[in-house]
DNA sequence: GGGCTGCTTCGAAAACCATCTAGACAAGGA
DNA sequence: TCCTTGTCTAGATGGTTTTCGAAGCAGCCC
């Protein structure tokens, strides 16, 4: 959905990211990035992601028979990834084509770097 | 609980961490990995982690008063955190002591690296 | 237009999760 | 021994999540 209006995560209101073992987060942190290791916590979604992330990007037509799952199910499992805004999807013509945000992949990966203590 | 017997997850049974943009993980390993990261999906649990992550150790007494939960409420998350393999506790006398496992928090890093493609 | 295919949204059922209180257990001190 | 303090377990409850089938919308082709 190109024309959807915003992602449901505002990444510049990411307090930038030092990592989580650097020192401790505070609630207002954590309340934003919890939901995006909670969208890679269901072992489809992170599959999902998986497969997006490893290409430039993928039709769902791709993405939906490497599941044992219904159309449905696996689209709601893209709204999930999308409204953490770890992906974004845009319809071309017939199909709909994902790709992962590259700057919410690499906040995540910040966050778990091992600190400097 | 340094008797308990074994961590529920078994760091050795992951097959060993390319990135997960490197390339699609496969239904085994998301089984694994997916997790941890749910484990860290909850604001509360993420907190936690954090304030464990920033020193070498820190006792229960030191963590449940930095929020407003009971104790309980606290105690199921840091279980949740032990099953997922994220940390490791140990009574030392009258209070118990949590530690990050490094090797956990490792492999999560790297499976979030940029892939080469 | 009419019908087809791809994908999403809706609504409902079942499973799961966060939180609480009450109670149990462990260690230490009177 | 009994009491207190720190932590965990058990059980209950309300809220959320996963999943489905049915229905909807968007784009293509005849």
Redesign the pocket.
């Given at each position: 959905?190109s024309k959807q209006a915003l992602p449901v995560v505002d990444l510049h209101a990411v307090a930038c990211c030092p990592p989580i073992a650097a020192r401790p987060l505070d609630a207002d942190q954590a309340a934003v990035v919890a939901p995006m290791f909670?969208a890679l916590?269901?072992p489809?979604?992170l599959r999902l992601m998986s497969m997006i992330a490893s290409v430039p990007e993928i039709?769902?037509?791709d993405l939906?028979p490497a599941f044992?799952?219904?159309?449905?199910?696996?689209?709601?499992?893209?709204?999930?990834l999308r409204d953490a805004g770890l992906v974004d999807?845009e319809?071309r013509?017939?199909?709909?084509w994902y790709r992962v945000r590259p700057e919410a992949f690499r906040r995540l990966g910040a966050l778990l770097e091992i600190g400097h203590s």
């Amino acid at each position: 959905m190109s024309k959807q209006a915003l992602p449901v995560v505002d990444l510049h209101a990411v307090a930038c990211c030092p990592p989580i073992a650097a020192r401790p987060l505070d609630a207002d942190q954590a309340a934003v990035v919890a939901p995006m290791f909670k969208a890679l916590g269901d072992p489809v979604r992170l599959r999902l992601m998986s497969m997006i992330a490893s290409v430039p990007e993928i039709c769902v037509c791709d993405l939906t028979p490497a599941f044992d799952l219904s159309g449905p199910t696996v689209s709601h499992h893209l709204k999930v990834l999308r409204d953490a805004g770890l992906v974004d999807s845009e319809r071309r013509g017939t199909w709909v084509w994902y790709r992962v945000r590259p700057e919410a992949f690499r906040r995540l990966g910040a966050l778990l770097e091992i600190g400097h203590s």
